[in-house]
């Protein structure tokens, strides 16, 4: 008995580190983020109380307002777009085919650079003066054009498709691991009844596959709340605020605008949206099980 306790208490000692990052560094800063929400704090954090005076500053702040309706754009592209094309992608590399290992490296590759680099290599191949547009115009037809990434009411749209080429490879290789494990016996029985394939993906394996999905779904939803790198790098949040997503507006209020109070409080409400999407998946896959298995 002893040797075993002295393991446990070694193992908890072990984890104290970790304890004390946790504590501190997270559920502290997030306590703190929540406390300087509700101050008049400006280049410097103060700590009195104004209550939920800069939430009201922020919903009526029209910029906060645009910012969250290009989330919600910016979101539904990525989302709905990676979920399709990670899903057709996975189907394609599961037919077995030859130079499955290239293909699936190319599939997956965009996911390896960051947004960063995404962003810069999208806004030099939509730039008007430089990318498609003036390559089809030097081909020939000058008549061409496709300026959306300079355009307000079009450029949003350009960086969620670039955000979901990047991001798509993540969801084939989630989707692709769970065709792997479907039944073979399930193929040959459709192929006996003749039952077409698409009939079999759409009644049979996407419902087998349905925790896959709501994983990829969790994973994506976190990237579109707290989005940033990609709108710098593609568009700055222009053409004028056209782009700007909540994120952006938290760093410029931060750090330019020097208005703690305010960007704390657009932080604050990008966390409870976090806790919104998270906490539904938490529940299910770690308190709902655990009362089953009780």
Known sequence: MKPLRLRRL?????????????????????????????????????YDFVGFKQYDRLFQSS???????NLAIFGLIFVIGCLVLGFLMAVFL??????????????????????????????????????????????????????????????????GFAGMWQSAGLVMAILLAGLRGVDEDIWKAAR???IPPWRVYLSIVIPMLSSMFVTAVVLLAIAVVKV???VVAM?????????????????????????????????SVMFVAVLVVLGPWLYNQYFRQDRRAS
Request: glycine residues 10%; hydrophobic residues 50%.
């Open 192 to 194: 006996v009844d003749g």
């Open 63 to 69: 910029r906060w307002t645009i910012s969250v309706e």
């Open 10 to 46: 070694s193992a908890q000692v072990a984890l104290v580190p970790t304890w004390i990052i946790v504590i501190f560094a997270y559920i502290g800063t997030i306590l703190w983020t929540i406390r300087i929400s509700f101050t008049s704090s400006g280049i410097l954090p103060k």
């Open 235 to 267: 568009t700055g949040g222009g053409p004028g605020i056209s782009t700007e997503v909540p994120a952006k507006f938290v760093i410029d209020y931060l750090f330019n605008r020097q208005n703690i109070a305010l960007a704390t409080a657009a932080a």
């Open 94 to 159: 599961d037919q077995r085919i030859k130079g499955e290992g290239i293909f699936r490296t190319i599939f997956l590759y965009p996911y390896a650079m960051s947004f960063i680099v995404t962003g810069l290599v999208w806004a030099w191949i939509l730039n008007p003066t430089l990318g498609i547009q003036q390559a089809v115009q030097n081909w020939g037809w000058h008549g061409f054009t496709f300026d959306w990434l300079s355009r307000g009411d079009r450029a949003i749209y350009l960086v």
């Open 228 to 230: 940033y790198d990609i």
